[in-house]
């Protein structure tokens, strides 16, 4: 299957990316089919420049694109839907938390009488 993802590139610290379409089993470092665009989450203008035509194109070819992928292709408003979650809890960690939150909170106290 073919994914749209982000491939890393750039210096150490100081990160860009490309948006690329490969093989979802091979690795971003690794050879792929065409690059999509670029984005640099460190500027301040011009942060995401995609080729709107051929994500369009590919989309319509069947390719899936990632979470981080598909949430900016909503902003830039390219593609249009819901945002996905990037990052996945387990039930385990689900539960963990929501416990931390309820221990976190505490419970309000009845009021006492203030004596005069």
């Keep these: 299957m073919l994914t749209i993802r982000l491939q890393r590139v750039g210096k150490s610290k100081a990160p860009t990316y490309r948006i690329v379409i490969s093989e979802k089993t091979q ?3 690794d050879i792929y089919l065409e690059n999509l665009g670029s984005f640099n989450p460190r500027a301040k203008e011009n942060q995401f420049v995609p080729k709107i035509d051929r994500i369009k194109y590919w989309l319509g070819k069947g390719a899936q694109s990632s979470s981080t992928v598909n949430n ?3 902003n830039a408003g390219v593609i249009t839907g819901k945002k996905k979650k990037s990052v996945f809890l387990s039930e385990k960690r689900k ?5 931390k939150k309820k221990a976190a909170t505490p419970a309000v106290a009845p009021a006492a009488p203030a004596q005069a």
């Design 72 to 74: 900016l292709l909503i």
């Design 27 to 29: 690795d971003t470092q």
């Design 95 to 99: 539960k963990k938390i929501s416990e």
